[in-house]
């Protein structure tokens, strides 16, 4: 990135995933610059205020560039690299959780750049499967932590009866990119309310070739 005035340019991530679960976030940047104070990171704190981290030191060499704090819950980190002179940028890494910030190799060389793409962390509400769709259940690609939502109960006098999904993500449209690893919450079951199961077979392959299912709660 090239700059010859003083304006500020700020580069930021577009629709970031916001996470219901973390309270902490990490992220970073390497920068190569010989201007001092040509790029620094910055969020909104818990309080509410706006933090920053220390700026490049204008070396000329690469410089790792970065934050790692609690964040605000209303807002969302809301983080951004504050840049103000010219300099080379590896590719962004942002994590929720305390993770170590992994930045990319490639250098962004283009003359405008969005952080976009699949985070570390992306937690998105979803609902079971239906009866009718067979085991068959569609998940939102744009996510890799799912929250399911529990099954509607069933009317008095009832057991516990279970839901067994047999596959992900069927039609190739919507497939995960290989390699992609997703996690999965389960609600509380039982009783009036079913549970949500995973069938072992040609689609799913779980661990020890059993089928899963949640410990239903009793009264």
Same mark, same amino acid.
């Given at each position: 990135?090239?700059?010859?005035?003083?304006?500020?340019?700020?580069?930021?991530?577009?629709?970031?995933?916001?996470?219901?679960?973390?309270?902490?976030?990490?992220?970073?940047?390497?920068?190569?610059?010989?201007?001092?104070?040509?790029?620094?990171?910055?969020?909104?704190?818990?309080?509410?205020?706006?933090?920053?981290?220390?700026?490049?030191?204008?070396?000329?060499?690469?410089?790792?560039?970065? &934050? +790692? $704090?609690?964040? !605000?819950?209303?807002? @969302?980190? /809301?983080?951004?690299?504050? *840049?103000?002179? #010219?300099?080379?940028?590896?590719?962004?890494?942002?994590?929720?959780?305390?993770?170590?910030?992994?930045?990319?190799?490639?250098? &962004? +060389? $283009?003359?405008? !750049?969005?952080?976009? @793409?699949? /985070?570390?962390?992306?937690? *998105?509400?979803? #609902?079971?499967?239906?009866?009718?769709?067979?085991?068959?259940?569609?998940?939102?690609?744009?996510?890799?932590?799912?929250?399911?939502?529990?099954?509607?109960?069933?009317?008095?006098?009832?057991?516990?009866?279970?839901?067994?999904?047999?596959?992900?993500?069927?039609?190739?449209?919507?497939?995960?990119?290989?390699?992609?690893?997703?996690?999965?919450?389960?609600?509380?079951?039982?009783?009036?309310?079913?549970?949500?199961?995973?069938?072992?077979?040609?689609?799913?392959?779980?661990?020890?070739?059993?089928?899963?299912?949640?410990?239903?709660?009793?009264?």
């Amino acid at each position: 990135i090239t700059k010859d005035d003083e304006t500020v340019f700020k580069l930021r991530p577009e629709h970031p995933p916001r996470s219901h679960i973390h309270s902490f976030c990490t992220f970073g940047i390497y920068a190569k610059s010989t201007t001092p104070n040509s790029i620094s990171a910055a969020m909104k704190y818990r309080s509410g205020s706006t933090i920053a981290s220390s700026s490049h030191s204008g070396s000329g060499n690469w410089e790792f560039v970065g &934050m +790692s $704090s609690e964040f !605000a819950q209303s807002t @969302g980190p /809301l983080a951004y690299f504050s *840049i103000t002179g #010219s300099v080379e940028l590896s590719a962004p890494t942002f994590t929720y959780g305390q993770g170590p910030a992994t930045p990319g190799s490639e250098f &962004m +060389s $283009s003359s405008g !750049a969005r952080m976009s @793409g699949l /985070l570390s962390m992306n937690l *998105i509400d979803v #609902s079971a499967p239906k009866t009718e769709d067979g085991g068959h259940w569609v998940l939102p690609r744009e996510g890799n932590v799912f929250d399911i939502s529990p099954i509607p109960p069933t009317d008095e006098p009832c057991t516990t009866s279970y839901m067994y999904v047999s596959r992900i993500n069927y039609r190739g449209i919507d497939r995960f990119t290989a390699g992609s690893i997703i996690t999965l919450l389960f609600p509380a079951c039982g009783e009036c309310t079913p549970c949500l199961g995973l069938k072992n077979g040609g689609y799913i392959k779980l661990l020890g070739e059993n089928d899963f299912f949640p410990v239903a709660v009793q009264s």
